[in-house]
C-alpha cells in the first residue's frame, strides 16, 4: 500500500545540518521527492531521488536513500532561518506515475 | 506573476450547499492536479488531467466531488452538498508531462470551511 511517514517536528541551532527521514513502504516507488512549505505559499519541489540511486548532492542539500530499508532523508547543511518551514517527502510509482503521495509533513523550527 | 492561481482563496459556506473552485494553471502546462490538504497532514492526491482528460482519480473522492478541465486550460472543482468534513485546503497545482519528475507547481491555495 500506499504510505509515507515522518516525524512532525524538527529543531536545529541555525548553523547545524538539519536532518529530515521519512519511511515509504511501497517498494515500487520510483522517484521521491522532497517539497518545502513555507507559510502562506505553495508547495514547492526541492529536489527529487530515482529509486535506482542512494544518494542526490544539491548544494545544501543532500539527499539519501535507503531502499533496502524504504528510508529516505533530507540533510540540509548550515542551517538558516530562511529554511524554517515544513518539508514533506512524496513518492511516486511504476503503476502511477504522475500520482504523488506526500507524508503529513516535518516542521523545521531554527533557534538562535 | 505567470505562477498557479486559484479562485477563491477562501469560502465559508453552510452545510449542504455547493461550493465551486477555479484553478489557473501556468499557462504552458498539460497536467493538472486537484489535492486536498487538512490541518497537520499532508497533501492528499484527488484527481489529475492531461489536457483535458482526467487520467485518474482518486477512490476517495466521492460522487459529490466532480472536477473539469473543458478545454484543458482552468480546470473546476466542485463539491456538492458540503459536508463539515470537506473542510480543508484544496490545492491545485500544474506540471508539463515532459518536465522534470515530480516537478509540480501549486497554487496557494483555496480554504474551504463548511459550517
Known amino acids: 500500500g500506499e504510505d509515507v511517514e515522518q516525524s512532525l517536528f524538527l529543531s536545529v541551532r541555525e548553523g547545524d545540518s538539519s536532518v529530515i527521514n521519512c519511511t515509504y513502504t511501497d517498494s515500487s516507488s520510483t522517484y521521491l521527492y522532497w517539497y518545502k512549505q513555507e507559510p502562506g505559499a505553495g508547495l514547492q519541489l526541492l529536489t527529487y531521488?530515482?529509486?535506482?540511486?542512494d544518494m542526490k548532492q544539491d548544494q545544501r542539500l543532500t539527499v539519501l536513500l535507503n531502499k533496502k530499508d524504504k528510508h529516505l532523508s533530507l540533510r540540509i547543511a548550515d542551517t538558516q532561518t530562511g529554511d524554517s518551514a515544513i518539508y514533506f517527502c512524496?513518492?511516486?510509482?511504476?503503476?502511477?506515475?504522475?500520482?504523488?503521495?506526500f507524508g503529513s509533513g516535518t516542521r523545521l523550527s531554527i533557534r538562535p | 506573476d505567470t505562477g498557479v492561481s486559484q479562485d477563491p482563496r477562501h469560502k465559508i459556506t453552510k452545510r449542504g450547499q455547493n461550493v465551486t473552485f477555479r484553478c489557473d494553471p501556468i499557462s504552458e502546462h498539460n497536467r493538472l492536479y486537484w489535492y486536498r490538504q487538512t490541518l497537520g497532514q499532508g497533501p492528499e492526491f484527488l484527481t489529475y488531467f492531461q489536457n483535458e482528460a482526467q487520467l485518474e482519480k482518486s477512490r476517495l473522492l466521492s460522487d459529490r466531488f466532480s472536477a473539469e478541465r473543458p478545454k484543458g486550460s482552468f480546470s473546476t472543482l466542485e463539491i456538492q452538498r458540503t459536508e463539515q468534513g470537506d473542510s480543508a485546503m484544496y490545492l491545485c497545482?500544474?506540471?508539463?508531462?515532459?518536465?522534470?519528475?515530480?516537478?509540480?507547481?501549486f497554487g496557494e491555495g483555496s480554504r474551504l470551511t463548511v459550517l
Open positions: 531521488i530515482f529509486s535506482n540511486m
Open positions: 512524496a513518492e511516486s510509482m511504476v503503476s502511477s506515475a504522475s500520482k504523488i503521495i
Open positions: 497545482a500544474s506540471s508539463l508531462a515532459q518536465g522534470a519528475p515530480g516537478e509540480l507547481f
